[in-house]
C-alpha cells in the first residue's frame, strides 16, 4: 500500500521559512517524479514544485520560483519543499504527489508540467498559514 505523509507545516509570518517534508513508501515501482501541490478552498489544485527522481530536474510555477526549493534524498525516501519569503498568498493545504512510472513516457511528460491529473498517489496534506 502506497503511502505518502507530509509534515512540517504551520503558520509563519510573511517573510518567512517552512521546510515541508514527505516520507514516501510502499511501493516497488519508482515513480519518475515526485511533486508538491497547493489548493485552497474553492479552488483547483495547484502544481508548485515537480522534482525529475532520475537525475533531479525541477520544474517550478513561475508564482514560487526563486523562493521555493524542492530536492530529494533517495535514501530517506523522502521529498522536500523549502519555502522562503513566504507570502501570504502562499496560504493553502499543501500535498505530496507521486508520479507516473518511467514506463509511461506521456504520462511522465505531463506530471513535469505540474498537471495534477498525471500523479498516481497523495498525501494527506499539510496546512501552511502565512499572517501579513
Known amino acids: 500500500q502506497v503511502q505518502l505523509v507530509e509534515s512540517g507545516g504551520g503558520s509563519v509570518q510573511a517573510g518567512g521559512s517552512l521546510r515541508l517534508s514527505c516520507a514516501a513508501s510502499g511501493y516497488s515501482d519508482s515513480s519518475a517524479s515526485m511533486g508538491w501541490f497547493r489548493q485552497v478552498p474553492g479552488k483547483e489544485r495547484e502544481g508548485v514544485a515537480v522534482i525529475a527522481t532520475r537525475d533531479s530536474s525541477t520544474y517550478y510555477a513561475d508564482s514560487v520560483k526563486g523562493r521555493f526549493t524542492i530536492s530529494q534524498d533517495n535514501a530517506k525516501n523522502t521529498v522536500y519543499l523549502q519555502m522562503n519569503s513566504l507570502k501570504s498568498e502562499d496560504t493553502a493545504m499543501y500535498y505530496c504527489?507521486?508520479?507516473?512510472?518511467?514506463?509511461?513516457?506521456?504520462?511522465?511528460?505531463?506530471?513535469?508540467?505540474?498537471?495534477?491529473?498525471?500523479?498516481?498517489?497523495w498525501g494527506q496534506g499539510t496546512q501552511v498559514t502565512v499572517s501579513s
Open positions: 504527489a507521486a508520479g507516473p512510472p518511467r514506463t509511461r513516457i506521456l504520462d511522465v511528460i505531463q506530471s513535469l508540467r505540474l498537471r495534477a491529473s498525471a500523479f498516481d498517489y
